[in-house]
């Protein structure tokens, strides 16, 4: 996978991020990351960057794992239902 520098701005400061994959991609988180401080800044106007920065992380984690645990139910009721799928197969196969 290609690596790339790109140039991007997050809460008024320039940055040079190093990743693979996509400029576009890069850009696009950064943008999240971002448009998330801002948000936070117009809530919490006397945070520094750096308390904006962290409560940008704490969301953004929050977010993740929200996200991680409904993955994981998701798949929990697909594996049941391929079970029930699976049994419910034998059963016919036996009939013959």
């Known amino acids: 996978m290609t690596t790339h520098r790109v140039q991007v701005?997050?809460?008024?400061?320039?940055y040079t991020l190093k990743g693979e994959g996509p400029e576009?991609?890069?850009r696009r988180l950064a943008?999240?990351?971002?448009?998330?401080?801002?948000?936070?800044a117009r809530r919490y106007p006397q945070a520094t960057a750096q308390q904006l920065a962290i409560l940008t992380a704490l969301h953004l984690?929050?977010?993740l794992d929200k996200l991680s645990q409904e993955h994981e139910r998701a798949?929990?009721?697909?594996e049941?239902?391929?079970a029930r799928q699976g049994e419910a197969g034998k059963g016919k196969g036996s009939e013959a």
């Open 80 to 82: 049941k239902a391929w």
């Open 61 to 63: 984690a929050e977010e």
């Open 9 to 14: 701005t997050i809460y008024q400061q320039e």
């Open 31 to 40: 943008s999240m990351v971002d448009q998330r401080m801002w948000e936070l």
């Open 24 to 26: 576009e991609r890069i």
């Open 75 to 78: 798949l929990g009721l697909l």
